[in-house]
């Protein structure tokens, strides 16, 4: 895995490696300014969807984990629904991009392409910052 | 297997000797898959707008065998035009014709259903015994259900005094989209397009882009039963087609089956033309093992040890994947002992080989969703009592995407326990009486299906009434017979699947309130 950064410099729930970040310098440039919402449930359940903002509305149920700086393009915001949320909040997201088809609307899969989370859990340290130590 | 109520008997042709069927377009297949396929609009096959096509893998191989479609906003709205033209006469149908229709078309696939099995588990991967014994099976029965039940279906008459009468008539929405998931993906189009078909409707459908071939298998044996535009098929990708159906101003439902992401933004399109839908989101199916099950080693012993094994079937990739396990503290190390035993005893290989229990997962990008999981699962602290990893076949199967049947023992805050692999993966935990089961039961975002295993009848009752789940099934699971209503409590989705009780969600309600009276009311 590229890991874009090792050990966070600032807290931050979320990264994405170098691989996903081209990825999304690439869509950009048809779509404008993107965001992530990652879904739960049924076969493309688990997985992080990618879209133009505006196209999907978020709300008081979404939790937003963070924003993604990918040089060139728009900060990336990060969301996912606060029920899921309570299950996730001990560990840190990595947007990875794997070879691969189909994820509901995310914009990707024409290029054949997924996006994945990869996760690794919360330091001690980390988590003593968030307040969850 | 007893997947279905009355498992059908099926003559196999496979190959003599070693009983493997052949791949497709290879000698000796019993299908072949043409090099390209177009979308179904109308009646017949028109290329997309877009002139564009994509390459279809089959799992089994990672190899492309065909290629489809990309079919876009233009294509869909072709789609949606033909269905209305079809409508005019469709609507008008009697409820004889539209049975007689799906009827036909259950003969027809009966008739070539070792075709379409091998043609459904080289699309998706799952091994043949399972296409054989339960896809094509229920998919037949379903369309056969549909055609009785729309036959028995009453509207009503309400005497509402001596000179006023309400009559209720069904009458068909009109034309509706359906996006079908790539986990059954004959089957799931089967579940939408019945009921669908039997209430009146004509349907625009869009086949899942991992699984986009084997529906046109399907329509090259039945399109010359089925009136032009009444099915129409349009492929392609979820931004590029899905969407530009789901948010389409002339449909007037979405049935779809997938995950809450994209399940909220098909809301929120249909909150912008108001118009209902059906939503099947997946879930995290708890299957619980009370201590009298382990009372006796006898069949039922047994049967409750394949429960358990029912993790592995369709290789995980089921919304009501029995994917947590909760067995009772006080059996616990000697039931979960021999349920590892028949785990191991779980082949693994070649998905058109009869004997194979276990296929390939539905593409790359699954397996590497359920790898990343079995990485988060250790990092938790998990324990994996078998499996854990990618499993490397040999020879052509080597580019195929397999996964290990998998168990990982844990606690049920683990992140494995909460969320949808989607994978051959088991979380497994104990828990101490009737309660703290029901508890880690229900301690989940959602709820599509529960299994109970127990002797004690009043317990199974109260254990079944507890669980926050659609569907529990009680000392069985993975059964999916047409009569039995499907569908999910919180977070798992909006209506129901099967059961008669699907017509409704494909028809509006007339009434006609009528007065016979002679004179006027008196108001005026």
């Known amino acids: ?133 | 297997m007893t997947i279905i109520d009355k498992p059908q008997q099926t003559e196999t042709t496979s190959e003599h000797g070693s009983g493997v069927y052949a791949a497709p377009n290879t000698p000796g297949a019993v299908v072949d898959y043409e090099s390209r396929y177009d979308n179904f609009i109308g009646g017949r096959y028109v290329p997309p707008a877009s002139g564009q096509y994509f390459q279809n893998v089959t799992p089994v191989t990672g190899k492309p065998f065909t290629e489809v479609a990309r079919g876009t906003a233009p294509d869909v709205d072709a789609a949606v035009d033909a269905a209305w033209k079809a409508f005019e006469t469709w609507k008008n149908t009697s409820v004889t014709e539209r049975a007689l229709l799906l009827n036909r078309i259950a003969d027809r696939m009966e008739q070539n259903l070792e075709l379409l099995a091998v043609a459904e588990t080289w699309d998706n991967g799952k091994p043949i015994r399972e296409t054989l014994a339960a896809d094509l099976p229920l998919a037949i029965d379903h369309f056969r259900y549909f055609a009785g039940a729309i036959r028995a279906q009453e509207g009503g008459i309400s005497e509402l005094d001596h000179d006023t009468v309400a009559y209720h008539f069904h009458e068909p929405l009109g034309v509706v989209g359906q996006i079908i998931p790539w986990n059954f993906p004959l089957l799931m189009a089967t579940w939408k397009l019945a009921p669908a078909l039997a209430a009146g409707n004509c349907v625009v459908l869009k086949p899942a882009e991992q699984t986009p071939a084997s529906i046109h298998v399907w329509l090259d044996l039945v399109k010359d039963l089925i009136p032009d535009g009444v099915v129409n098929i349009v492929n392609g990708f979820g931004i590029e087609a899905g969407a530009p159906l789901a948010q389409h101003p002339r449909i007037r439902k979405v049935a779809f089956t997938g995950e809450t992401t994209t399940g909220r933004l098909i809301m929120q399109y249909a909150s912008q033309n108001l118009i209902p839908v059906t939503l099947e989101l997946g879930g995290k199916s708890p299957n619980i093992f009370f201590e009298d099950v382990a009372a006796a080693h006898d069949s039922f012993y047994d049967k409750a040890l394949e429960g358990f094994t029912m993790f592995a079937l369709n290789q995980g990739e089921v919304c009501t994947c029995p994917s947590r396990a909760l067995v009772q503290q006080s059996v616990y190390d000697a039931f979960v002992a021999d349920g590892l035993e028949r785990v191991k005893k779980i082949k693994q290989g070649n998905p058109l080989d009869p004997t194979t229990m276990i296929g390939a997962q539905a593409s790359n990008d699954q397996m590497e969703k359920i790898l990343s999981y079995l990485d988060i699962g250790r990092q938790e602290g998990a324990k994996a009592l078998i499996g854990g990893d990618r499993a490397e076949l040999d020879g052509d199967l080597a580019g195929g995407f397999y996964i290990q049947p998998t168990v990982f023992e844990g606690r049920n805050s683990m992140r494995i326990f909460q969320e949808e692999i989607f994978g051959p993966v088991l979380a497994l935990t104990s828990f101490s009486d009737f309660d703290d089961a029901i508890s880690i039961a229900n301690d989940t975002l959602y709820g599509l299906g529960a299994g109970v295993w127990a002797r004690d009848g009043a317990l199974q009752y109260r254990a079944g009434r507890a669980i926050e789940a659609g569907r529990v099934w009680t000392n069985t699971y993975h059964q999916y017979p047409a009569h039995a209503a499907f569908g999910g409590y919180k977070q798992s989705g909006i209506g129901r699947e099967n059961h008669k009780m699907m017509l409704d969600h494909y028809q509006q309600t007339k009434n006609l309130l009528v007065s016979y009276a002679e004179g006027p009311m008196g108001f005026f």
């Open chain 1, 1 to 133: 895995m590229n890991e874009s950064s090792g050990a966070p410099t600032t807290l931050s729930r979320v990264d994405v490696t170098d691989a996903a970040a081209e990825l999304l310098r690439h869509l950009s440039a048809s779509y404008g300014p993107l965001m992530f919402h990652q879904s739960g449930g049924c076969c493309d359940g688990s997985s992080p969807m990618c879209y133009p903002v505006g196209m999907f509305q978020t709300g008081p149920s979404d939790e937003l984990l963070g924003v993604l700086h990918v040089e060139g393009i728009e900060p990336v915001p990060v969301y996912m629904s606060k029920a899921q949320f309570e299950y996730w909040k001990y560990t840190h997201l990595t947007i990875d991009v794997v070879d691969g088809r189909g994820s509901g609307f995310s914009i990707e899969a024409p290029e054949g392409k997924r996006f994945l989370i990869r996760s690794r859990m919360l330091t001690d340290e980390e988590l003593a910052a968030l307040g969850l130590g």
